[in-house]
């Protein structure tokens, strides 16, 4: 592996790399939201929870969607 350095003399790493970490930290973030809308999904899902934690809930599993959809951008700049 070759590693590049910044301006700042910074090592940096190639973008093949990053391109695999942003592709397995998007995964895994895909796997969890897929288990968590299958929860939040669920018919006994509001009698398990309380509302706070409902609320709580749904807005996490919007902000990991917007998440992925960061990643996606970052990886297809990266590939381009």
Not at 2 to 9: P, V, Y
């Amino acid at each position: 592996v070759i590693f590049l350095r910044s301006k700042e003399g910074k090592i940096m790493k190639p973008n093949e790399q990053v391109i695999k970490e942003l592709i397995a930290e998007r995964d895994e973030l895909q796997d969890k939201l897929s288990k968590l809308r299958k929860f939040t999904n669920s018919e006994t899902f509001y009698e398990k929870v309380s509302l706070s934690q409902a609320r709580g809930l749904n807005m996490q599993e919007k902000a990991m969607d917007e998440y992925i959809t960061a990643l996606n951008i970052r990886i297809g700049d990266l590939t381009k």
